[in-house]
């Protein structure tokens, strides 16, 4: 069976943690007041291929771990908030993954809360701000909203 990591990335409060409870189920995590403080972990086999996805911190702070769950990387999957837009980390985690070659997929996460306005100027941030126009998914990670999209898209790789 081909094996394939998954970092999952964005930054605070963007849904990281709970999209990776709903696509997967029962997933490791550590979080201080809700908040995620360390790296989740869990798996999943989409099309004889396991999955393992490793949910990085949002904050600022973490960068580090954030640079070390990237060793070995095949995939990103970037989480981004569609109700806030994107942040400077988010933006800073895109350039990173242009300039280090890394394959990625946007999910824009939190559209059932997201006004028409907020959720069309992250898509056109987004514009331009990937050149390499990663696959992009729209959805909610609390109601599995896009996931059948998302799991698609993840049985390609």
């Not at 837009?85 to 990173?96: A, H, M, N, V």
């Not at 992250?122 to 999209?149: Q, T």
């Amino acid at each position: 069976m081909k094996e394939i990591k998954i970092v999952v990335m964005g930054s605070k409060d963007v849904g990281k943690t709970t999209l990776m409870e709903n696509l997967i189920g029962n997933i490791g995590k550590v979080e201080h007041n809700g908040t995620t403080v360390a790296i989740d972990y869990g798996n999943i086999t989409i099309n004889g291929k396991k999955l393992h996805l490793f949910g990085t911190p949002g904050q600022e702070r973490f960068e580090f771990m954030r640079e070390l769950a990237l060793n070995g990387v095949d995939f990103v999957l970037l989480v981004l908030d569609a109700a806030t837009g994107l942040s400077e980390l988010d933006k800073k985690i895109i350039d990173k993954l242009y300039s280090k070659r890394i394959p990625y997929i946007i999910f824009i996460n939190k559209i059932d809360i997201a006004d028409d306005k907020n959720l069309e100027a992250v898509k056109k941030e987004i514009e331009g701000l990937c050149p390499n126009n990663p696959p992009i998914v729209e959805g909610s990670a609390l109601n599995c909203n896009g996931f059948d999209k998302l799991k698609n898209i993840l049985a390609s790789i």
